[in-house]
């Protein structure tokens, strides 16, 4: 959750970005028109997918505020690696196990990975992303920061449209163009996919066969090696000079085990001497994790410790691990999605509008808890951690008396 400090900033940023008009947008687009034409897209279905489009300028808001790197680690893995996903996952792995076995002989990546990254990316495909992608990669091709980058997007998914493989009916992502069960970016997706069902098209929205055996084949592309672990949890010695951390500082593993790291579960850190680093996310008075080859191939997927940790401890997770050892160096750790409906409902049932109770802390939740804990003289910064909650259950409104 964002400091007010953080928040103040944000929406003064907001408030500075100019405006991309209809008209500028059209123009902008026509623009864009021979350069489609030049990377193979034909002009009529250029036409027919960019016509009357409208800017999002919201997609803009977003371009700088990624919630992986301003988000507290303990409140980011609290929503995303909770009970509620670990038990989902479990049912999918048995759902699809036969299709999850053919995926790991042919692409070498275990079962619990790959859901992992499906129930990250969008929570096994209930959440694909509201934004129409062609309007915020239209709109991010013409105005804000990476334009090149995004045209190429936008460039990359009126191919996948033109070959076939996709619909454009419905077709929603994230603000920045990731979609389907596991997110691909459009280039990606044209590099990577594979068609996983057999049908002749690669369709990482309507297929879920698709969508797994393309998350295996680009973790394999990105070095992923099988059989081995991402890392482990780990215990440091008294005295331990912390300054030797990082996901690219590599050791031998010798050389960490000759300084007295250990297993957190009392396991026995592999034998052999590969390339090891050390990982201390929130420094040394939190978890600490070796990690190897593989945790490097999941943090390509998307360049944040934070969402690779998610994933690796996701996967963890659905093998039947009970989770982290070591304690998050907070009084106030973060909540599950269902504590935070539960937080939500209460605000709620104190009169406030917040919109659906989806377990999803937004604008309008964090304003509605920060007045309520200024009602209660606790500091008004709308993080809906545990605190907030316990003071939310000691106040919350009596139930109306049965008539």
Not at 45 to 65: I, M
Request: glycine share 10%.
């Amino acid at each position: 959750m964002r400091s007010p400090h953080v928040l103040s900033s944000l929406l003064l940023a907001m408030a500075a970005l100019p405006a991309l008009a209809a008209d500028d947008l059209s123009a902008c687009l026509d623009r864009l028109a021979p350069k489609a034409r030049a990377a193979g897209i034909g002009e009529a279905l250029f036409r027919e997918h960019t016509q009357g489009l409208v800017s999002d300028p919201s997609v803009l808001e977003a371009l700088d505020y990624q919630p992986e790197f301003r988000t507290p680690l303990w409140d980011y893995l609290a929503g995303l690696v909770d009970q509620q996903r670990v038990d989902d996952g479990r049912a999918l792995l048995e759902e699809h196990a036969d299709l999850l076995e053919r995926i790991d002989v042919q692409y070498g990546v275990d079962p619990a990975t790959v859901v992992a990254v499906w129930g990250v990316e969008s929570d096994y495909g209930r959440t694909f992303g509201s934004k129409s992608l062609l309007r915020s990669l239209a709109t991010l091709s013409c105005a804000g920061r990476r334009q090149d980058f995004f045209r190429g997007e936008l460039f990359a998914v009126l191919k996948l449209i033109q070959s076939g493989d996709l619909s454009a009916t419905g077709l929603t992502g994230s603000w920045a163009g990731a979609f389907g069960h596991t997110q691909f970016m459009p280039s990606t997706y044209a590099r990577i996919a594979v068609d996983g069902d057999g049908d002749g098209r690669r369709d990482l929205v309507g297929s879920v066969p698709d969508a797994l055996a393309s998350t295996a084949n680009y973790l394999k592309r990105s070095g992923w090696r099988p059989g081995q672990a991402w890392g482990h949890e780990v215990t440091l010695p008294k005295g331990f000079d912390t300054s030797v951390n990082g996901r690219t500082a590599r050791r031998p593993l010798s050389a960490w085990r000759s300084r007295g790291l250990v297993r957190a579960d009392g396991g026995e850190l592999p034998a052999d001497d590969r390339a090891a680093a050390l990982l201390l996310p929130v420094g040394a008075e939190g978890p600490a994790f070796i990690v190897f080859r593989n945790y490097d191939a999941i943090y390509s997927y998307n360049a944040a410790e934070s969402y690779a940790l998610a994933i690796a401890l996701l996967a963890q997770r659905l093998r039947g691990d009970e989770g982290l050892r070591a304690a998050w160096p907070t009084d106030d750790p973060g909540l599950s999605r269902a504590q935070r409906r539960e937080l939500q409902q209460i605000l709620v049932d104190l009169g406030h509008d917040i919109g659906p109770v989806d377990g999803m802390v937004g604008k309008l939740t964090r304003e509605a808890l920060a007045r309520e804990q200024a009602r209660l003289g606790l500091p008004a910064d709308g993080r809906a951690g545990q605190k907030a909650l316990q003071a939310l259950r000691a106040n919350r409104p009596s139930p109306a008396p049965a008539r």
